[in-house]
């Protein structure tokens, strides 16, 4: 099993629908999780950071992490065409980003106006 | 904003040739990385480098592969003899003690022909 899943997609929404992004893991040890944004030939771009099971919210953007379950979760609420990015989750053991990050291997998102 | 800054942003070198890549983490980062992403792959972490040592390094990250921090501010990845699978993105990050997590520079794209 990879330590981290994460759906390719392509994932295509209508401008203004919610969209749901998700990811899998399987190495308990995971305690901080990340949402990157990435643009295509750019580098990743962090969007959200949570630690411990619930919910972050910033703006439009909500983070959900389940332990128990070992799934998290990114919803985008009124998607815009300019949230069109590949979306990457990753986690790592430690705070503050010492250790390495483990990557899924993204979803790519298109909003269509 | 601070940023990671990476040059140059594309790369082509012929196949047993030597690279090396830079990178400028923020200046008051003390954690470096590299990772590197294959086109259509997942973005891999290769090595971390802390006080001025390597603190962790990948299976992907053999002899042909060095990291340096020759001065205060610049942190760069050499590959003595390029492969024609060593083709990818090559991401920077860095962090600090008190950062969630880890900032990404914007990648130089090295192509082996």
């Known amino acids: 099993q990879k330590e981290v899943e994460q759906d390719p997609g392509p994932l295509s929404v209508p401008e203004g629908a919610i969209v749901s992004l998700n990811c899998t893991y399987s190495n308990s040890a995971f305690q901080y999780f990340m949402w990157y944004r990435q643009y295509s030939r750019k580098g990743p771009e962090l969007l959200m950071y949570t630690y411990s099971s619930g919910n972050k919210e910033d703006g439009r953007f909500t983070a959900q992490v389940d332990k128990s379950s070992k799934y998290i979760s990114l919803f985008i609420r009124d998607s815009q065409p300019s949230d069109s990015a590949t979306y990457l989750c990753?986690?790592?053991?430690?705070?503050?980003?010492?250790?390495?990050?483990?990557f899924g291997k993204g979803t790519k998102l298109t909003v269509n106006p | 904003e601070p940023e990671v800054t990476q040059t140059p942003s594309h790369q082509v070198t012929q196949m047993g040739q030597e690279v090396i890549l830079r990178c400028v983490p923020i200046s008051n980062h003390l954690y470096f990385y590299w990772y590197r992403q294959i086109l259509g792959q997942k973005v891999e972490f290769l090595v971390s480098f802390y006080n001025n040592e390597i603190s962790e390094k990948s299976e992907i990250f053999d002899d042909q592969f060095s990291v340096e921090r020759p001065d205060g501010s610049n942190f760069t990845l050499k590959i003595r003899s390029t492969k024609l699978e060593d083709s990818a993105m090559y991401f920077c990050?860095?962090?600090?003690?008190?950062?969630?997590?880890?900032?990404f520079g914007p990648g130089t794209r090295l192509t082996v022909l």
């Open positions: 990753a986690m790592t053991r430690t705070q503050g980003g010492s250790e390495k990050l483990v």
């Open positions: 990050a860095s962090t600090s003690r008190t950062a969630d997590t880890q900032y």
